[in-house]
């Protein structure tokens, strides 16, 4: 069984930004074998840069929403001790209802509704024993404003894809991670110029004084990932936002 002092390999879908990246720098420094996958070969280079080409360090490119390329990733990377998919597309999603294009909305519940359904069906199969799966959800789903229908709708169904698989795919455990407001590139598609007006506000409001940073998130899912008694479970981190 995987164990704190044994060389594992994960999969990180999503690892070339934000909380995946995070996340696969902190497994690096552990002596881990990370796999991080985007569709980007251009920001997957970037993270590489960033995360110093460290030894069992592979990138590879694909897209999470078709099952042809989730089928060619999980037949081309071997045996997995956990999977985490941190990935997103949200870009151009935060707009009122009446101006929502479909095809907008589609893409956005496929990269994170979808995605995970292939990356858990496709993946469980190559998960050693004591293997998870840990998703991240999202705090709109609780705290749902204006312009974010679709976010909240999303982040609610991957909550509940997780407590479904935890029951079919048991004994791998699967558990969600849910953010709250964290500084990472996604909210350049967001909030664009807006970004550090809304951030900054949001600090304020927060219990704990201050926006997200990646590696709070990067620990919490390591934590989930490691703990074998948690199963159909979803951890909040959001510096308190639920209660504000
Ligand atoms: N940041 C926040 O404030 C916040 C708050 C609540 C919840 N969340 C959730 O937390 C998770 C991580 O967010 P983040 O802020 O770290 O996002 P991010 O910095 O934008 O990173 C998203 C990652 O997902 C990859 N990705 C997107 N679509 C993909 C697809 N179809 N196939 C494969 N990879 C794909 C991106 O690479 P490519 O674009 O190259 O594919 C990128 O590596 C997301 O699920 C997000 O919804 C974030």
């Not at 074998?33 to 110093?52: F, K, N």
């Not at 998870?132 to 991957?158: D, E, H, L």
Request: net charge negative.
């Amino acid at each position: 069984m995987p164990g704190e002092n044994t060389r594992e390999h994960i999969l990180v879908v999503g690892g070339s930004s934000g909380m995946g990246l995070a996340l696969a720098g902190n497994l690096l420094a552990s002596g881990h074998a990370v796999t991080i996958v985007g569709r980007s070969p251009e920001r997957l280079a970037r993270a590489c840069d960033m995360l110093g080409h460290a030894p069992g360090l592979e990138a590879v490119a694909a897209d999470a929403t078709s099952e042809d390329e989730v089928e060619r990733l999980f037949a081309s990377i071997g045996d997995l001790h956990h999977i985490v998919s941190t990935a997103a597309d949200v870009g151009g999603v935060y707009v009122p209802l009446s101006e929502m294009a479909v095809a907008t909305a589609r893409r956005v519940i496929d990269s994170k509704v979808v995605a995970p359904v292939l990356v858990a069906k496709h993946g469980a199969p190559r998960l050693a024993a004591g293997g998870s799966i840990t998703f991240t959800s999202g705090i709109a789903a609780y705290r749902p404003a204006p312009k974010g229908s679709v976010v909240a709708a999303i982040n609610g169904a991957i909550e509940s894809l997780v407590y479904a698989l935890a029951v079919e795919l048991a004994p791998i455990r699967v558990n969600a991670v849910s953010p709250g407001w964290v500084d990472t590139p996604i909210w350049d598609a967001v909030a664009g110029e807006g970004k550090d007006a809304a951030l900054q506000a949001m600090a304020a409001r927060l219990p704990v004084g201050r926006i997200g940073r990646p590696v709070d998130i990067a620990q919490a899912i390591e934590a989930v990932m490691r703990n074998g008694f948690m199963s159909g479970t979803v951890v909040h981190v959001d510096g308190g936002q639920r209660l504000v």
